[in-house]
Nanobody, 122 residues
Framework: QVQLAESGGGLVQPGGSLTLSCAAS????????MGWYRQAPGKQRELVAV???????TYVDSVKGRFTISRDNAKNTVYLQMNSLKAEDTAVYYC????????????????WGQGAQVTVSS
């Protein structure tokens, strides 16, 4: 009963910028970690960036200095600002919510978004 709605994907030229957003809906008390993963054709899915409820962030080396992850805890929404995009950033980007608490007595669960295509090309 938790859904992650992604938006913001599209086509952009190298060096351009794009912002992804992902909103979690449902009866949610808290989400410990929200993040973005990406998968290019023929490659494994990789972590791009994650952010905790307290604001601590982690990025894969290839996007450090170019991407910025942020979140709005009140809206259960995570964002990924992507700058200086490169062709190698082309992939399907998936939003993930880890340790989603729906009650104080039930176990936490993880959820994935459906993916957003990001294409960087001239």
């Amino acid at each position: 009963q938790v859904q992650l709605a992604e938006s913001g994907g599209g086509l952009v030229q190298p060096g351009g910028s794009l912002t992804l957003s992902c909103a979690a809906s449902g009866r949610i008390l808290s989400i410990a970690v929200m993040g973005w993963y990406r998968q290019a054709p023929g490659k494994q899915r990789e972590l791009v960036a994650v952010i905790t409820s307290g604001g601590s962030t982690t990025y894969v080396d290839s996007v450090k200095g170019r991407f910025t992850i942020s979140r709005d805890n009140a809206k259960n929404t995570v964002y990924l600002q992507m700058n200086s995009l490169k062709a190698e950033d082309t992939a399907v980007y998936y939003c993930k919510a880890d340790r989603v608490m729906m009650s104080y007595w039930d176990p936490v669960s993880d959820y994935w978004g459906q993916g957003a295509q990001v294409t960087v090309s001239s």
